[in-house]
């Protein structure tokens, strides 16, 4: 999980949320916008190699050893997996599938891990890393999947309410976790949910495990480990270097172009004047006089002047200009 969110803070820190924030947070941006240039680019050219939108992203054929078709059936055959083909590939623009692959592939290369229901009759969703956990056997095949998400009380039903606990306050914007399980047993998928610890009624089902549309999938799978490595991670020094880089760049920056200019020579430096002045050519910022003669409510030095004791004051000599262009003496 710490490699996960040392991942999303140099590329999208908004994919996975520290620890304790919520919906509302507004995440840090990073000092550089490599890492999220290269997530969006591979990303986007996985998405558009594996599911692609003009042609179907599989085929269907018959196997040759037990086809015996003359070539008119054939034809026919082929004709009607072509449309099989093209149903599920309306059935993917239809569930408004496509973005939430593209999140899925965001998720891998950042995160590495990534849970995707699909289920049959409705939109795909998926659970960051921090939504759910996996318990995989010794060939990587998930046995226990448990999911946590957040719905508003008055989404249920009045009997789940009465079930579990709760009391319906419509003047409140009340919200509450439902943990979902899913356990393989033998070829199907065992499916229940609880909240505050108690099961919800009719929650229970068993399905086969091709159809319970539960997928926890890695980016790199690493043998006997219950979670995968993420495609950032083979390169965080370097992006963790960048950022470093790119700060102290900008820190170095604001700071080399914060110029004073100040036009009043022997006089006593006020410091909280000089911090709470504004970096500006234009402007003057002037230092506390010794003397009323030399106070800055009265006529300021003509421009010319202005730039010499700059200078003077600069390049570390004691003897000012004394006249201006045209002349006078300056106050």
């Known amino acids: 999980m710490e490699n996960a969110r040392t991942a999303a803070r140099v590329t999208i820190p908004g994919l996975i949320p520290l620890e304790g924030q919520n919906e509302h947070y507004t995440p840090t941006q990073p000092y550089q916008s490599v890492g999220a240039d290269g997530v969006r680019s591979l990303s986007a050219r996985l998405l558009m190699t594996l599911f692609p939108t003009n042609v179907g992203f599989f085929r ?42 593209a999140e899925v592939l965001r998720h891998l290369v950042i995160a590495g891990n990534v849970l995707l229901h699909i289920p049959l009759k409705d939109t795909p969703r998926i659970y960051r890393l921090d939504q759910y956990v996996v318990k995989r056997d010794s060939r990587g095949v998930p046995i226990l999947i448990i999911a946590r998400e957040s719905v508003h009380v008055s989404t249920l039903s009045a009997e789940t309410r009465t079930a579990v606990g709760l009391t319906l306050d419509p003047e409140k914007d009340q919200t509450v976790d439902v943990y979902t399980a899913i356990e393989k047993r033998g ?145």
């Open 60 to 101: 269907l054929n018959v196997d040759a050893a037990v086809a015996q078709f003359t070539g008119e059936e054939k034809n026919a055959v082929d004709v009607q997996l072509a449309q099989f083909a093209q149903s599920a590939n309306n059935l993917l623009d239809d569930r408004r599938a496509r973005a939430v692959l």
């Open 187 to 331: 070829e199907n998928h065992a499916q229940y949910q609880e909240i505050n610890g108690k099961r919800v009624p009719g929650s229970e089902s068993e399905t086969p495990i091709e159809k319970s549309g539960w997928l926890a999938l890695r980016w790199l799978a690493i043998p006997a480990n219950d979670y995968g490595r993420s495609h950032v991670t083979e390169y965080i020094g370097d992006l963790l270097a960048l950022e470093e880089l790119n700060e102290s760049m900008i820190a170095y920056t604001a700071i080399t172009s914060d110029i004073k200019f100040f036009v009043q020579p022997n006089s006593v430096i006020d410091l909280d004047v000089v911090v709470g002045s504004r970096s500006i050519p234009t402007r003057t910022t002037f230092s506390r006089p010794m003397s009323k003669a030399s106070s800055p409510s009265r006529r300021a030095p003509c421009p010319s002047i202005r730039w010499t004791r700059a200078r003077t004051l600069f390049s570390g000599s004691t003897r000012p200009a004394n006249r201006c262009a045209s002349g006078t003496r300056p106050n």
